[in-house]
Every structure is written in C-alpha cells, then in structure tokens.
C-alpha cells in the first residue's frame, strides 16, 4: 500500500481564496483523523471519521471550515474564505478501526495565506 | 477533554548520552500512549506505545515507562545517535471508548556528535 496519500503537498493562496485539501486514507482503515499543525499550538486534532460518518468535530475552529468523506477511499478538508492565521500543516491520517492503535500519518499539505 | 503536558520542549544531549521525555496527562481513564517521532519535513510516525496494563515496554533504545497513579509516562532514549535528532509527540486516549488521541506539545531533540 502507498500510505496515507495527501494533496496538494504545498498551496500557497491568497486570503479569501477557498482551498481544498484532499486525502485518500490507507485501504482498509475505517477512521481518519484530519490535524493542524502550527509552531505556536503544536498538533490539533480538527475532525475524525469513523466508517465515512464525522464522530467528533469539536477541532475545526470556526464555520469557514468543513470536511467531508464520502467514501471509504476519499476525504476533503475546505477552508473557505482562507485568512492568514490559516498557514499551517494539515496532515490527514487513518488507523484501522475504531480502538487504540497506529496513526499513519499522510505526507501532510503545507497551506500557506498570504 | 484530556489534557497532555510534555516536558522539556527542546533537549540537547551529546552523542551517546541518554534522553529523558516527560508527559502528563489529566484524564485516569486515558489507557493507551503513544510516541511519535517527526523528522524535520516530514510526517510523525509512530516509535513505540504503551497501554495501562503495562508498566514499561522496551525496543532496542527505547523505553517507556508509566505511572498511572501520578498519571504520567516517559520516553527514554538511550546511547543517542545524530539520527535520533527529531521532534517526539507524546499522546493519550481513551483507547478503547473512542478515538481522541491528544499530543502533547512535542519535544525538540538535538543529537550533537
């Protein structure tokens, strides 16, 4: 299996613009977990799934972002109108199941606002 | 929610010494940690775990320990190689009630050779 597969692996955009992030998780897995990562507040767990259903999306900071999985094999992350405060890494991951084991984590995409 | 302290966030050691990293955790239900380790650029990737029904588990180099009671756990890195150089994450969760794993703030560690 090629691993958790993210794209696109750096999007530079200007503020307002919408941005999309995709993600393909390893086949198999049956929850996958989108995380923000920034220097400042370290890894966030912003919205997981569990079976293509989001279980908890307490993480996603505001209305501008959503996530959606509409299969097994494909899920997107949007943030829509970006701002500046957006920049960050956004890595996608999946496990196998619903109890405590492994992360693969993707590759991540690196989102930058300007 | 849990709540994950991890403590030093950067450590310097000289080849060959050992490495300590310490995390807390504030939920006594929490019965699954992990450590991940992030090489610069790249994605964290999963180094060892423990779950509550053990006190300690090694791999080579590496230890982990946890104390349950004071709710806290530790990695140990010992005889340190420049390629131990890295970011290490640190995370509980209710392992068996649900998915949310929740990081520490990570620790940057610095292998001098």
């Known amino acids: 299996d090629a691993g958790v597969i993210q794209s696109p692996r750096h999007e530079v955009t200007e503020m307002g613009q919408e941005v999309t992030l995709r993600c393909k998780p390893i086949s198999g897995h049956n929850s996958l977990f989108w995380y923000r990562q920034t220097m400042m507040r370290g890894l966030e767990l912003l919205i997981y799934f569990n079976n293509n259903v989001p279980i908890d999306d307490s993480g996603m900071p505001e209305d501008r972002f959503s996530a959606k999985m509409p299969n097994a094999s494909f899920s997107t992350l949007k943030i829509q109108p970006s701002e500046p405060r957006d920049s960050a890494v956004y890595f996608c991951?999946?496990?196998?199941?619903?109890?405590?084991?492994?992360?693969?984590f993707g590759e991540g995409s690196r989102l930058t606002v300007l | 929610g849990e709540n994950v302290e991890q403590h030093p966030s950067t450590l310097s050691v000289q080849e060959g010494d050992s490495a300590v990293i310490k995390c807390t955790y504030s939920?006594?239900?929490?019965?699954?940690f992990p450590w991940y380790k992030q090489e610069l650029g790249k994605r964290p990737q999963l180094i060892i775990d423990?779950?509550?029904?053990?006190g300690e588990k090694k791999d080579q180099r590496i230890a982990v320990t946890l104390n349950k009671t004071a709710k806290h756990f530790s990695l140990h890195i010992t005889e340190t190689q420049p390629e131990d150089s890295a970011v290490y994450f640190c995370a509980a969760t209710l392992g068996d009630a649900g998915n949310m794993l929740t990081f520490g703030g990570g620790t940057r560690l610095m292998v001098k050779p």
């Open positions: 939920d006594s239900a929490s019965n699954y």
């Open positions: 991951a999946s496990r196998l199941g619903l109890a405590s084991g492994e992360l693969f």
């Open positions: 423990i779950r509550s029904n053990v």
